[in-house]
């Protein structure tokens, strides 16, 4: 996928996103992420658009530490939608009229910083969007394209920055098989160390199925009940435990 791709998407999913959040009450639990209630969830995106923008708007090359220095204090609960989408409409302008060179921090791997921040807030409003929609039992699935970038960034991309450690023992193999894409996983995790290429081999375990389910399994918003499941099946269990990407600026 391409920069206009990732910004059509961010467009589209957190348009989702806050349709989602405007017929749930703010107090209601999020199944996906069970210590959030609504409120919690559009406050933490909110702020994670208005950080994200700040980084290219401003020509950050040093990480943001603190929200409140770009964010602001938060709305009451009767603005909160609002606040939050006009958090979204900036960090899309924002992107949209930047400089295509312009320099700015990042944390993972990509063409250009650009490139980077549209793909990181479109995976990133896109889980979330899941988050907000699963109080009403159905999450409305990602285009397998989509999918398969999201799979990628997460074991591509953040796995090379924090290391799971499977207890002691030999090595294991996790391999995720997209059934309506080309889409193919092999994770191979031994001690501290994870390595994963994108090929078809035989694993410890294999799970196979459409690529918007396999992206909400590695994202850990649904469990994989109804996925095909061959093989050691405490690895997704590991998997559920270990491999989180957690947000750590706090209000």
Known sequence: ???????????????????????????????????????????????????????????RTEPIRSVEEVVGPLPDDAELIDWFRQGHARLIRTLETAEPDVVCWTFLPAPSPLA??????????AIHRADAESPSGTITPYGPDFAVDGIDELVLGFLGRSRP?????????????????????LGRIAGEAVEVRKE????????????????????????????????DESLLTFWRETVQVRWSRSR
């Open 1 to 59: 996928m391409e920069f206009p791709d990732h910004l059509q998407a961010l467009r589209g999913e957190g348009e989702l996103l806050g349709a989602a959040a405007t017929l749930t009450n703010l107090d209601a639990p999020i199944p996906t992420c069970p210590e959030w209630t609504m409120r919690d969830l559009v406050r933490h995106i909110g702020d994670v658009h208005r950080w994200a923008a700040a980084h290219v708007a401003e020509a």
């Open 116 to 125: 980077f921040w549209a793909r990181r807030q479109a995976h990133e409003t």
């Open 165 to 185: 450690s499977w207890p002691d023992g030999p090595p294991r193999t996790l391999h995720l098989h997209a059934t309506d894409t080309e889409g193919e996983w």
């Open 200 to 231: 078809h081999a035989s694993a410890n375990c294999t799970v196979s199925g459409p690529a918007s389910d396999l992206y909400l399994l590695v994202w850990n918003r649904r469990r994989p009940e109804g996925l095909d499941v061959e093989g």
